[in-house]
């Protein structure tokens, strides 16, 4: 009977929801995906619709149900993934005060510098393993508490976008203890809100979400949305999941004490999972829960495929641009040795998460000479972008390591073998796309008791390995270091441009209102 079980992962990201059917041996039956805008301008904004995503999740699921046209009793549980550190602020009624403040909303950055000047927030790292980052929502109700007291007046509630899901759906605010732990508001090792971060960011426990198991199960559709998913049945298992970092992790499999995914698509990510909490003396990696005893350590970039979307702008050429032509335009940087003549770029074009958690930098060229060429400045980015990854995977290398690439750049092997020169390890390209929403589908099974742990039986092989070159590796081993380097001495410089070009777009903003 076991070829009959199905189950769903549905993956809320942030620029779309996937939900994926999967088989109990965790083969994909059928796939569908809603996307929706991310509302962003020249202040740091990144925001979303709350309503908006809320239809995607539903209509995603309703269409994958027809699609894969299996019969409904037959679909035993929905497992559910979704984006970190998002933050809501709802009213006593439910309703949203605020629209979806994502990770990438990066207009707490003042908020939290007065923080910083006011309390040691390294203790609050340490009790949460949350950097402290405008990502987080401990920075986000920093600034809404100095910029918005008429809204946090309002508040009942402060949630996530899965936990705006959830209310809707089920008529209850809770949260998964990965995403939880996420919030720089969790601690892990007390499984309870932590004290010292509510007292920095004026809140109470009350006005949180209930925190529960990432196996926690629901049934039974508020009436509302009883209609919208009438292919599911009654009896569906409704499972609140993990975080979408952590389950990338879990749906490729790559949860051995020697197994690192590195992550770029939009962004990026370097993560390891570990039994044990650990935090970085320097504050450079994070460490969120995951379930099932396992956490998550590593580092997330802000600066991965939107750098290479951004170069490919910037230098592919007509017939590139025109195409989207990626694949050219990463195959061009054949055409230059390893280190691009001695060319380096500072990838920062976003700010930095990992390994520096600030929005004080940017990106720069550096090393340019009259000899440098087009495809100098292509290989210049690439490396850029994974010297910088490289630099966040320090923190938790090991000689034994083998990286697991994910996301759309593992599609094409010139970056591939680049990150094995660079890492001077393994690499395994594995053999699906959904890490996020199989990792979900993952724990449905597990909680179904199906799997006995977060593992599927049956590993189908990798679709690519890439071992390091012996000469690119020496030749890279030179070039790290000077790289850090590089940043660290631009630190000031970076302080002190970022302050003129604030003061060039708010008089633009000035001028125009008037």
Not at 334 to 351: I, K, R, S
Request: proline share 5%.
């Amino acid at each position: 009977m076991e070829n009959l079980v199905y189950v769903m992962g549905v993956d809320i990201g942030t620029t779309s929801t996937k939900a994926v059917i999967f088989d109990a041996s965790g083969e994909l039956v059928a796939r569908e995906s809603r996307g929706y805008p991310l509302l962003t301008n020249d202040l740091g904004m990144a925001e979303q619709e709350p309503r908006v995503i809320l239809d995607a999740v539903v209509d995603a699921i309703r269409a994958v149900v027809e699609t894969a046209g299996v019969d409904a009793q037959a679909l035993r549980a929905i497992s559910f993934s979704a984006a970190m550190h998002s933050l809501i602020a709802v009213d006593a009624d439910g309703e949203p005060l605020t629209n979806c403040i994502t990770w990438a909303d990066q207009r707490s950055g003042e908020a939290l510098e007065r923080r910083k000047r006011d309390f040691y927030l390294h203790q609050v790292y340490e009790k949460t393993g949350t950097p402290i980052h405008p990502m987080s929502p401990f920075a986000k109700l920093c600034w809404l508490h100095d910029d918005f007291p008429d809204v946090v007046a309002k508040t009942a509630q402060y949630i996530g976008i899965k936990s705006y899901v959830w209310h809707a759906l089920f008529g209850e605010y809770v949260i998964d203890e990965a995403s939880a732990s996420a919030s720089g508001l969790y601690n892990m090792l007390t499984h309870d809100w932590e004290p010292l971060a509510l007292d920095i960011t004026q809140i109470t426990a009350s006005q949180l979400p209930k925190v529960v198991a990432e196996s926690h199960a629901f049934q039974g559709i508020q009436p509302a949305w009883k209609e919208a998913l009438s292919v599911i049945a009654e009896d569906t298992l409704f499972i609140i999941g993990s975080s979408d970092g952590a389950l990338a992790n879990v749906g490729i499999g790559s949860v051995g004490e020697h197994d690192v995914t590195l992550t770029v698509g939009t962004s990026g990510a370097v993560r390891k999972l570990t039994k044990t909490y650990h935090v970085d003396d320097w504050q450079r990696t994070f460490c969120y829960g995951v379930a099932n005893g396992y956490f998550v350590q590593g580092g997330a970039v802000n600066n991965g495929g939107a750098v290479l979307a951004w170069g490919l702008e910037q230098f592919g050429t007509d017939a590139q641009r025109a195409a989207n032509d990626f694949t050219g335009f990463i195959n061009s940087i054949t055409q230059t040795p390893p280190g691009a003549n001695g060319l380096l770029f500072q990838p920062y074009l976003l700010g930095e998460r990992a390994p520096y958690w600030t929005d004080q930098i940017r990106g720069s060229f550096v090393g340019l000479t009259i000899n440098h060429q087009r495809a100098h400045f292509i290989r210049a980015i690439l490396e850029g972008i994974a010297f910088n990854l490289a630099h966040v995977y320090e923190v938790m290398s090991d000689p034994h390591d083998k990286i697991h690439v994910t996301g759309g750049l593992s599609q094409h092997p010139v970056w591939c073998q680049l990150v094995a020169d660079v890492f001077d390890r393994e690499v395994i390209v594995p053999h699906t796309i959904e890490g996020s929403s199989l990792g979900a589908a993952i724990i449905a099974l597990h909680t179904l008791e199906i799997l006995p742990t977060l593992e599927l039986p049956k590993k189908l092989p990798p679709s690519h390995i890439y071992q390091p070159n012996p000469e690119n590796v020496a030749i890279y081993n030179e070039l790290k270091p000077i790289f850090q380097q590089i940043t660290t001495q631009l630190m000031g410089s970076y302080e002190r441009l970022i302050d003129w070009q604030k003061r060039q777009v708010n008089g633009k903003i000035e001028t125009n209102n008037r």
